[in-house]
């Protein structure tokens, strides 16, 4: 046996330390990739929060890109990216729908007052079930959606200043051009 | 280091790697016995083991590995909830509610992932390395076999006389 094979095992060791090294920064619980991604939003019809005898359909996220916000009161996280969800609804012209997920509504409502309303159209998901058709494991968790109604992204964790431009904005300018370049030669 | 040294060092090297293995399977292989305890009405106990199964199967999205009867988190309780609605209310089939989940969850929620595109090369891994550990395996015996019995010199033999008589 060379003297060379004496390194065999040191060589192994070192490969397992590698790929221990590389798989373990690799679990990144944010980029668990969304099942719903690339296909369409789900159907669904749930209450409306601000007006409980509205129902609000699929139908009303179309047309327009819109942002789906899965949050809570009970989220420490969805308060910290409040404010970056204003500045969102003010500065753009995305469909901002909040999903209010497992949440008592009038501490929702509260909530709303208090902080400001970014949102469109508030969705009451006090059982969670709109929540696991969207697959949903946790709060907040974001979706931008086409004008037709698909997903084309999804975020899990809080949306603030650098996700925001470096993730959200470059595919919603994407998703306005891919509309105009639509309706543009019509107008 | 003579050569039975290095023989003594190579076969603990190997069984040093073997009972890594073996441990790490036998570690995967241990589930979790605690389960979550929600009270649902069964029509029978079969029904109730169907449920139990299936709760077993599947793993919690919001944690790493505990599968939902064993998390206490709770979007693991809806999925329980979510299973025994299906399972018992719209009397789906094992197959459609993994089916349900996995639209909603993705391969997450399996245990057993598919063999895909993606997920070919944690299926082909362990093969592979079987087959590297074999090759190894048989290289050593071969090796082993080969080497001729060491002839004893006149001298030896000599030695080895004088010494029996000693005793």
């Not at chain 2, 299926?123 to 002839?151: C, S």
């Amino acid at each position: 046996m060379s003297r060379a094979s004496f390194f065999v095992p040191l060589g192994i060791f070192l490969s397992i330390l590698a790929l221990g090294y590389v798989g373990f920064s690799l679990d990144a619980r944010n980029q668990l990739p969304s099942a719903l991604l690339n296909k369409p939003f789900p159907e669904f019809s749930a209450t409306s929060l601000l007006q409980p005898d509205v129902k609000i359909t699929k139908a009303e996220l179309l047309g327009r890109p819109a942002l789906v916000n899965v949050w809570a009161t009970w989220c420490p996280t969805c308060k910290s990216e409040h404010e970056q969800l204003m500045r969102i609804a003010a500065e753009t012209d995305v469909l901002m729908v909040g999903v209010d997920y497992k949440d008592i509504p009038e501490r929702a409502v509260q909530w709303l007052e208090q902080y400001g309303n970014p949102y469109d159209y508030v969705l009451d998901d006090r059982d969670g079930s709109l929540g696991i058709e969207l697959g949903v494991y946790g709060a907040p968790e974001t979706f931008l959606l086409n004008a037709a109604g698909e997903v084309v992204y999804k975020r899990v964790g809080d949306i603030n200043v650098r996700i925001w431009e470096s993730e959200l904005l470059p595919r919603f300018q994407a998703l306005e051009i891919e509309m105009r370049g639509q309706s543009g030669p019509g107008r | 280091m003579g050569s039975a040294g290095r023989k003594f060092y190579s076969i603990s090297v190997a069984v040093f790697f073997a009972g890594c293995l073996s441990l790490l399977m036998l570690g995967n292989g241990v589930a979790s016995a605690e389960s979550q305890i929600d009270i649902y009405p069964f029509a029978d106990e079969a029904e109730e083991r169907r449920y139990k199964s299936l709760t077993e199967e599947f793993r919690c999205p919001k944690c790493l590995n505990t599968n939902l009867a064993g998390s206490d988190a709770p979007i693991a309780k809806d999925l329980r909830r979510t299973v025994y609605r299906l399972q018992v209310d719209e009397g789906y089939s094992d197959q459609q509610i993994r089916d349900y989940l996995r639209e909603r969850y993705g391969d997450f929620v399996l245990y057993d992932p598919p063999f895909s595109t993606q997920t070919w090369y944690i299926w082909l891994t362990p093969i592979g390395l079987g087959i590297l550990a074999l090759a190894i395996l048989g290289r050593l015996l071969g090796r082993a076999r080969k080497q001729a019995p060491v002839a004893l010199s006149d001298d030896d033999l000599g030695r080895i006389a004088t010494l029996l008589e000693e005793k």
